[in-house]
């Protein structure tokens, strides 16, 4: 298995609109931050983990023309807003695109974009969709999933198995909950959100994840979900040497 980092930003992407590159160093290329998402290759299965507002300029620089599925782990505007970019997904295809989803997101993804989901007089429809209810396998990797604080909603953490090595998958998340903790402990390694130094309502905050990382005996940790605070360098040169921040197009394979 292989995880690409698609995206290693927050909400508003690094920079910000207006050119509002914050604290960062904007001629460090590793500053440059599009919407969080990420894509897991498993054998010939591409499994792509939301589908944010930047995801054809995602797709297009990782080379990628089609996935075999998408997961949605919340129906924030970040990581949703670019499914549109799925009809060409499908036409690359040749089939509808399998989506899964918590059943109460897609109650609220459906209406939204029900011109996807159920077609039209024109279209056909392009995303067939499935409830994740329970672990599933995508080939010789097992999947578990747990849902995580993020403000009024619940968003997917995702823990990927193959063999005897394991990555976990968790963006927007402001607290470790104890069946998270359960689940994630003693992965090698932990792609895990930390929006910035200071403590955020919805999001974890960079003391935070240290202090779960340590205690959950995470073998690698990498940040991601950054703000314009949180400067690449400036983090490679005062994190210990298990962890680091993660960028846009960073690979991790178990």
């Not at 897991?40 to 930047?54: C, E, F, H, K």
């Not at 995303?127 to 097992?142: L, N, Q, S």
């Amino acid at each position: 298995m292989k995880l690409r980092i698609l995206g290693s930003g927050t909400s508003s992407g690094v920079p910000r609109l207006g050119n509002d590159w914050g604290s960062v160093d904007p001629t460090e290329p590793k500053n440059r931050r599009l919407r969080a998402s990420a894509l897991a290759t498993i054998g010939d299965v591409r499994l792509l983990i939301d589908a944010g507002p930047d995801l054809r300029e995602q797709l297009n620089s990782a080379g990628v023309g089609a996935v075999e599925q998408v997961i949605i782990t919340h129906d924030h505007a970040d990581h949703i807003h670019g499914l549109d970019d799925l009809r060409q997904v499908a036409q690359n295809l040749g089939h509808q695109v399998p989506l899964l989803a918590r059943a109460e997101v897609l109650d609220r993804l459906v209406p939204r974009f029900r011109y996807l989901f159920e077609g039209n007089a024109l279209y056909p429809a392009v995303v067939r969709h499935d409830v994740i209810a329970e672990d599933f396998m995508v080939g010789p990797t097992r999947i578990r999933v747990t849902d995580q604080p993020h403000g009024r909603i619940t968003s997917l953490g995702l823990r990927f198995d193959e063999g005897e090595r394991s990555l976990v998958y968790a963006v927007d998340f402001v607290e470790l909950t104890d069946a998270m903790a359960s689940l994630y402990q003693g992965v090698d390694v932990w792609v895990a959100d930390c929006l910035r130094r200071r403590p955020h309502p919805t999001h974890a905050h960079l003391d935070a994840v240290l202090g779960w990382a340590r205690d959950l005996q995470v073998g690698q940790l990498w940040l991601t979900h950054l703000d314009n605070s949180m400067d690449h360098a400036q983090l490679v040169s005062t994190l210990p040497d298990w962890a680091a921040p993660a960028w846009d197009g960073l690979e991790i394979e178990i």
